[in-house]
């Protein structure tokens, strides 16, 4: 009888590591809308990986590699104004260096936002994300995210405030 010696990336952590693992895979979910609704939006693809990919799985879209995931994202309209409310975050770890998670979010989104509060409306979106993560030299990165929609409409424009 042979044994061959594990690659330690197969082996589950300890539950410590478990814990750390998990933790930093819900703090980049997390980034991830932070950067997009209040930060520079094309910063999100320093949380990918090199190869990582942005992909919508219906319409077979799919942004793939840093440079081109920063150029999508910093392409967004300058006057939008965005919220994501992300729940139901559950990580699993599949190994050392590998792990997946399932995320619901809600998107409050308007174009021709100059400032202040926008009127209340309904999302614009209601889905979930399935992402994998890898750890590259000791940080957990997105490797891929799928954005799968449940409900969706196109994204409102403000109209121009008028001067009395």
């Not at 009888?1 to 197969?10: G, I, R």
Request: glycine residues 8%; charged residues 25%.
């Amino acid at each position: 009888m042979t044994t061959e010696a594990l690659d330690p990336t197969d082996r589950l952590p300890d539950p410590t590591d478990r814990l750390l693992a998990e933790r930093a895979c819900e703090r980049l979910i997390v980034e991830f809308v932070h950067k997009l609704d209040l930060g520079d939006p094309g910063d999100v693809a320093d949380l990918f990986t090199d190869a990582g990919f942005w992909e919508w799985t219906e319409g077979d879209r799919r942004i793939q590699g840093r440079d081109a995931l920063r150029s999508y994202f910093a392409g967004r309209p300058a006057d939008r104004l965005s919220r994501r409310i992300c729940t139901n975050i559950l990580v699993t770890v599949t190994s050392a260096a590998t792990a997946t998670a399932t995320t619901y979010f809600t998107t409050y989104r308007v174009d021709g936002h100059s400032g202040g509060f926008a009127p209340p409306r309904a999302p614009t979106q209601v889905g979930h994300y399935e992402d994998t993560f890898r750890k590259v030299e000791g940080r957990w990165l997105l490797s891929s995210r799928s954005l799968y929609l449940a409900f969706a409409g196109p994204t409102e424009r403000l109209e121009a405030a008028t001067g009395d």
